[in-house]
């Protein structure tokens, strides 16, 4: 069975924090996970991002970066229209909000896969929460 992991800011430390993603009305929470029990923290709800799953430590939220070309950054989101993790160009983040976009650009995204990751050699160079500059213009 595959472990799902997810991660957040944790409330009033700011601090990232992993475990299993719990919500009880409208509070979100991070059941950390320990060798004899779990510890619950609340987070902040925009933060939280799922782990992909690939042999890679890559969360949604990240920016990644191609090693064999550098101005290739893409952040990675949950694609609820093909059920996968996906690439967006870094200059199309922005526009991200806008529903009819997200629907179109995220229909035509590439998934990630290890096969893609490994072939264009990406990396994360951070995440959209932490390092909101590396989204900017270079």
Known sequence: M???????????TNKWIY???KRE??????EERYI?????????PETVGQHTCLPFDI?????????????AIYVVLWNEHQ???SAIDKYEYDLYSDELFKYNSL???????????LKFQF???GNIHDNPELMKEK
């Open 83 to 85: 059920c996968c993790f």
């Open 36 to 44: 004899e029990y779990y510890e619950k923290a609340m987070v902040i």
């Open 123 to 125: 990396g994360v160079i």
């Open 25 to 30: 009305a409208n509070l979100c929470y991070i």
């Open 19 to 21: 475990g299993d993603f």
């Open 59 to 71: 969360y949604e939220g990240d920016i990644i970066e191609s090693y064999l070309h550098p101005n």
């Open 107 to 117: 229909n035509n995204k590439r998934n990630i896969t290890p096969d893609w990751i």
């Open 2 to 12: 595959r472990e799902i992991l997810f991660r957040g800011k944790k409330l009033g």
